[in-house]
């Protein structure tokens, strides 16, 4: 068995709530739910398609410091409080997942902050 080992991205949420951006756990990474904030400005675009590129970066960051990546994402979730949202993302989403094409679930839902346009989680092998 595996440490387990925590990656965060600094940002308020996970220090205020309790929560690692992503555990490295026995050969996987599970990453939280990742919303558009840009972290070190704490600040989010109004545009969900902006919101859906910023997510994949943070996600992609902290799938490098765990060490992975997107093109080790066997699972994705996506979260949209407006599922009519979602297609505009697509071609966001197709260029991160496209040659990898994950399993993954669309869920309408609300999400915490009501600037939040929508939420990405991942499931990721280490390389």
Known sequence: MTARTLISSDSTFEHAIGYSRAVVEDG????SGT???DYATMTISDDVT????QCLRNIGDALHRAGSSLADVVRVTYMLPEPADFEPCWPVLR?????VRPAATMIGCRLADPRMRIEIE???RLR
């Open 28 to 31: 996987w990474v599970f990453v």
């Open 35 to 37: 919303t558009g904030f």
């Open 50 to 53: 902006e919101q859906a590129a």
């Open 122 to 124: 991942v499931t990721a």
């Open 95 to 99: 260029q991160a997942f496209h040659e």
